[in-house]
Nanobody, 117 residues
């Protein structure tokens, strides 16, 4: 069993930055990838970015490359999502997730990110 606890959500103005954190506990050794997803109102959940725990390889939604960065602190079992140059369309609930093989099995509770004036 793995537990994921998110923090760092909130409200920011367009152009500002925000960093989300996700702390993993439990059977960490079973995790392959850590990822971030988001779900805006009325839309499907979509992948934001992900990273392999072993080597730190990353994969991002094409539209977010260059603005969003996923990185790991394996010592503290924490994955981060750095969000820069935020836009109103980035407003969503952001979910931390952990995978076994290629399937995301474990999920954080969600963090609301609101980008508005």
């Amino acid at each position: 069993q793995v537990q994921l606890v998110e923090s760092g959500g909130g409200w920011v103005q367009p152009g500002e930055s925000l960093r989300l954190s996700c702390v993993a506990s439990g059977r960490i050794a079973s995790l392959r990838n850590m990822g971030w997803f988001r779900q805006a109102p009325g839309k499907e959940r979509e992948l934001v970015g992900e990273i392999t725990r072993s080597h730190g390889y990353t994969n991002y939604a094409e539209s977010l490359k260059g603005r969003f960065t996923v990185f790991l602190d394996n010592v503290n079992n924490t994955v981060y999502l750095q969000m820069n140059s935020l836009k109103p369309e980035d407003t969503a609930v952001y979910y931390c997730a952990g995978s076994e093989y290629r399937s995301y099995k474990y999920w954080g509770q969600g963090a609301q990110v609101t980008v508005s004036l």
